[in-house]
């Protein structure tokens, strides 16, 4: 059982948006801080943004500042990365995972999805 599922990415072109769900069946949602990753060919898993249990406290990685923006809904047991002005560098497969605290660190978490890929065009 597929514990975190993350929506369908897509290919987009550099400065589109896209909105990517996280969709958790895991015990007590709300309970868990919730992540984002991404992960490009040949290079480590990087965190992107974090959000805290009430989504009272977030974090995000310096290249996304100002540009994404997470989000979760615990009634529907979902989170969300909004994307905005995609860049190239963007590029990558976004992963979302469920911790106890949002940390930056992916030891940090437990449960982590499978991935969804997005390539963003020049």
């Known amino acids: 059982q597929e514990l975190m599922v993350e929506s369908e990415g897509g290919l987009v072109q550099a400065g589109d948006s896209l909105r990517l769900t996280c969709t958790a069946s895991?015990?007590?949602?709300?309970?868990?801080?919730v992540a984002w990753f991404r992960q490009s060919p040949g290079k480590e898993r990087e965190f992107v943004a974090g959000?805290?249990?009430?989504?009272?406290?977030?974090d995000y990685a310096e290249s996304v500042k100002g540009r994404f923006a997470v989000s979760r809904d615990n009634d529907k047991n979902a989170a969300y990365l909004q994307m905005n002005s995609l860049k190239p560098e963007d590029t990558a497969v976004y992963i979302c995972?469920?911790?106890?605290?949002?940390?930056?660190?992916?030891?940090?978490?437990?449960?982590w999805g499978r991935g969804t890929q997005v390539t963003v065009s020049a």
């Open positions: 995972a469920a911790g106890g605290v949002v940390a930056q660190a992916p030891r940090r978490y437990a449960y």
């Open positions: 895991i015990r007590h949602f709300r309970t868990y801080a």
């Open positions: 959000i805290s249990r009430g989504g009272g406290t977030t």
